[in-house]
């Protein structure tokens, strides 16, 4: 039915080198951008594809303002897109994706069967219900750090990304709502043991989709990987 995913937190913490991708939407300014989108820094030139996850950290563009558009969850589309070629949805899709058995599925594509270890907190689960699709970069953190300037279509594309692993994942409930749009600098996961594989998919969701960080999340994040 499908080709899974190999996600990086399921690997373990050993590939903490990671790929800065660079897609196809300019880097920029957007000329039509809002008035008021934040100031940053200029980004250093792209590591190569093999550069570990800290000079990849340090390519990414530091914002100096907090100055963005008001936050619209609705401009990164209302629901998980559905996908006519297999009748799933994205969240339905992860799931299956992320299951460490082979995972079973109704006739309309919801999740009967499978097993799944949460990344944050390190708890398993045969309960889908338990689980929620955490966007490892919050909606509203890649909204101020330069979605507000994207068009609705490329924000439902990020929002609904599968084409890494490290995008979204299956999380349980409780550690969802802890994190919120939380930055790595308010919130880690409370598994101290997933935190270089967090901050490695953190650093390269933001480099793939050109988003700026802060300096105290730019920070924490080279604390973290400085002990990975």
């Known amino acids: 039915m499908r080709t899974r995913r190999v996600s990086r937190w399921?690997?373990?913490l050993v590939a903490l080198g990671v790929?800065?991708?660079?897609?196809?939407?300019?880097?920029?300014?957007?000329?039509?951008?809002?008035?008021?989108?934040?100031?940053?820094?200029?980004?250093a030139p792209v590591p190569p594809p093999d550069a570990p996850s800290a000079s990849v950290l340090g390519s990414l563009r530091v914002r100096t303002a907090d100055a963005f558009a008001p936050y619209r969850r609705d401009a990164f589309g209302e629901d998980w897109d559905y996908d006519p070629s297999t009748g799933c949805n994205?969240?339905?899709?992860?799931?299956?994706?992320?299951s460490l058995v082979e995972p079973q599925v109704d006739d309309r594509c919801r999740t009967t069967v499978g097993r799944w270890r949460s990344?944050?907190?390190?708890?398993?689960?045969?309960?889908?219900?338990?689980?929620?699709?955490?966007?490892?970069?919050?909606l509203a953190d890649a909204w101020r750090s330069g979605a507000d300037a994207w068009t609705d279509a490329h924000r439902r594309a990020f929002a609904n990304d599968r084409s890494s692993p490290d995008t979204l994942a299956a999380v349980t409930s409780s550690t969802n709502q802890s994190k919120g749009d939380s930055t790595p600098d308010e919130w880690l996961p409370p598994d101290e043991a997933s935190w270089c594989a967090y901050a490695a998919s953190w650093v390269k969701v933001k480099a793939t989709w050109?988003?700026?960080?802060?300096?105290?999340?730019?920070?924490?994040?080279a604390e973290v990987l400085a002990r990975c």
């Open 10 to 12: 399921a690997v373990g």
């Open 19 to 43: 790929v800065a991708v660079l897609i196809a939407w300019p880097s920029d300014p957007d000329p039509s951008a809002p008035a008021g989108t934040p100031t940053v820094t200029a980004a």
């Open 90 to 98: 994205t969240r339905e899709l992860v799931l299956i994706d992320e």
């Open 119 to 138: 990344i944050y907190d390190g708890i398993t689960t045969d309960d889908p219900a338990e689980l929620q699709i955490d966007h490892v970069i919050p």
């Open 210 to 221: 050109d988003l700026s960080v802060t300096e105290s999340e730019r920070d924490r994040l």
